[in-house]
């Protein structure tokens, strides 16, 4: 009788990231963030898997009381057929439920509270969206940012090479 080895779990170890928007971490503090469903059109897909997207000045909005992902840049790729017109920055719906939909229409009703969409990324097959309500940074609050990321690169600097002597 011989014993079998333990079937081996299928595991990704890559990470299901497909873009961040680290201006938004910088520029706002995060208070509270959701996770949306995005409807995309298939070539939108298929650009995502090729990594072709920017978040950077992106941002959500209410109208209707559905929520919208604007400015979004989603760059075609060049074998989408020459017959059809694709537009890189669409508007994009955001799939939330009802109770996100009206936290987030009530923050955002409030002053210097915004919605962004920090990350991108994979949740099986679906495309997901983690938005988060944040209020603005001050001027000072960004140089102490800067700092602490400075002190912390610094310790790891220190740490590194003491470990080596």
């Given at each position: 009788?011989?014993?079998?080895?333990?079937?081996?779990?299928?595991?990704?170890?890559?990470?299901?990231?497909?873009?961040?928007n680290?201006?938004?971490?910088?520029?706002?503090?995060?208070?509270?963030?959701?996770?949306?469903?995005?409807?995309?059109?298939?070539?939108?897909?298929?650009s995502?898997?090729?990594?072709?997207?920017?978040?950077?000045?992106?941002?959500?909005?209410?109208?209707?009381?559905?929520?919208?992902?604007?400015?979004?840049?989603?760059?075609?790729?060049?074998?989408?057929?020459?017959?059809?017109?694709?537009e890189?920055?669409?508007?994009?719906?955001?799939?939330?439920?009802?109770?996100e939909?009206?936290?987030?229409?009530?923050?955002?009703?409030?002053?210097?509270?915004?919605?962004?969409?920090?990350?991108?990324?994979?949740?099986?097959?679906?495309?997901?969206?983690?938005?988060?309500?944040?209020?603005?940074?001050?001027?000072?609050?960004?140089?102490?940012?800067?700092?602490?990321?400075?002190?912390?690169?610094?310790?790891?600097?220190?740490?590194r090479?003491?470990?080596?002597?």
């Amino acid at each position: 009788m011989t014993a079998m080895a333990p079937a081996k779990s299928k595991k990704k170890t890559s990470d299901n990231t497909i873009a961040q928007n680290r201006r938004a971490r910088f520029d706002y503090q995060i208070l509270d963030t959701f996770e949306a469903g995005v409807a995309l059109a298939g070539w939108e897909v298929k650009s995502l898997r090729a990594g072709k997207v920017q978040l950077t000045d992106s941002f959500v909005q209410m109208h209707r009381g559905e929520a919208y992902l604007y400015g979004a840049n989603i760059t075609p790729l060049d074998t989408i057929s020459t017959h059809y017109v694709s537009e890189p920055t669409r508007t994009r719906k955001l799939l939330l439920h009802k109770k996100e939909l009206a936290k987030i229409s009530a923050a955002i009703a409030q002053k210097g509270q915004t919605c962004v969409c920090t990350v991108l990324y994979w949740k099986g097959h679906l495309v997901k969206a983690k938005v988060g309500l944040a209020a603005g940074k001050k001027q000072h609050d960004k140089r102490d940012t800067e700092k602490e990321r400075d002190w912390q690169r610094q310790k790891a600097r220190v740490v590194r090479d003491n470990v080596k002597q």
